[in-house]
């Protein structure tokens, strides 16, 4: 059992930047794959970026790359999203997911995960 809680939402300004926290609970964290989604208003969730176990491989949807950057820290049990140069279509509710079956790939399929945070609100003012 994993346990998700992020951190470090807020407003910020076109152009801005946030970095998003996931402390994890659970002896699990360093063998999971972990995974940040969002979903804006009436929208579908959307997968934003992934890491490996390690932190060695990454995985990001196109519109963020570049911009954003998924790190981990298993000493401290938690994820982190970096966003830089923050665009109002950026706005939504962005969640962590850990993917609790043991497998290596990186998933961008948010039914592929199996624990999830409750969600920190981000928004980007232009």
């Known amino acids: 059992q994993v346990q998700l809680a992020e951190s470090g939402g807020g407003v910020v300004q076109a152009g801005g930047s946030l970095r998003l926290s996931c402390a994890a609970s659970?002896?699990?964290?360093?063998?999971?794959?972990m995974g940040w989604f969002r979903q804006a208003p009436g929208k579908e969730r959307e997968f934003v970026a992934a890491?490996?176990?390690?932190?060695?491989?990454?995985s990001y949807v196109d519109s963020v790359k570049g911009r954003f950057t998924i790190s981990r820290d298993n000493a401290k049990n938690t994820v982190y999203l970096q966003m830089n140069s923050l665009k109002p279509e950026d706005t939504a509710v962005y969640y962590c997911?850990?993917?609790?079956?043991?497998?290596?790939?990186?998933?961008?399929?948010?039914?592929?995960?199996?624990?999830w945070g409750q969600g920190t609100q981000v928004t980007v003012s232009s």
């Open positions: 890491i490996s176990t390690s932190g060695g491989r990454t």
């Open positions: 997911a850990a993917d609790g079956s043991g497998r290596l790939v990186l998933t961008t399929k948010a039914y592929e995960y199996d624990y």
């Open positions: 659970g002896r699990t964290f360093s063998r999971s794959v």
